[in-house]
């Protein structure tokens, strides 16, 4: 999904990563980062950039290391939506972090509560994020 396969990134003094993805453009056609909330801990708003942006050690290390795709312990291919909308394995934590609302709505905008909630359900699933 990368062209050549390169990542192209940099870091920002909060150490929060941007770059041009068309998962991130589907959400956000401006390619605008953000304006996070200032009373928000770095670490929830980081995790909540890398699931927005679908930079995720989980989903995407195994470009930076060149293997095959990385699949889910479910067996299904592990991507964000699958995390996040349709692995079974997080129903409980999802029902929990989302209740009945669509996990996506969360990344639409970097509220405080959305930003807790999509932490919350990534501490819940343990995955290394
Ligand atoms: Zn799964």
Redesign the pocket.
């Given at each position: 999904r990368y062209i050549g396969g390169k990542v192209k990134e940099k870091i920002t003094e909060g150490n929060l990563q941007y770059h041009h993805h068309q998962h991130y453009s589907s959400i956000d056609p401006q390619l605008i980062p953000p304006l996070y909330p200032t009373n928000v801990e770095k670490i929830k708003i980081q995790t909540f950039s890398r699931i927005r942006l679908e930079h995720t050690i989980a989903t995407h290390q195994w470009i930076l290391k060149k293997s095959s795709s990385p699949i889910?312990?479910?067996g299904?291919i592990?991507t964000i939506k699958?995390?996040l909308c349709?692995?079974?394995?997080f129903s409980l934590a999802r029902s929990i972090a989302f209740k009945t609302i669509n996990p996506l709505d969360f990344l639409k905008s970097a509220s405080e509560q959305n930003i807790n909630s999509i932490y919350y359900f990534i501490t819940m699933t343990r995955l290394n994020i």
């Open positions: 889910c312990s479910c299904q592990l699958h995390i349709n692995c079974l394995n």
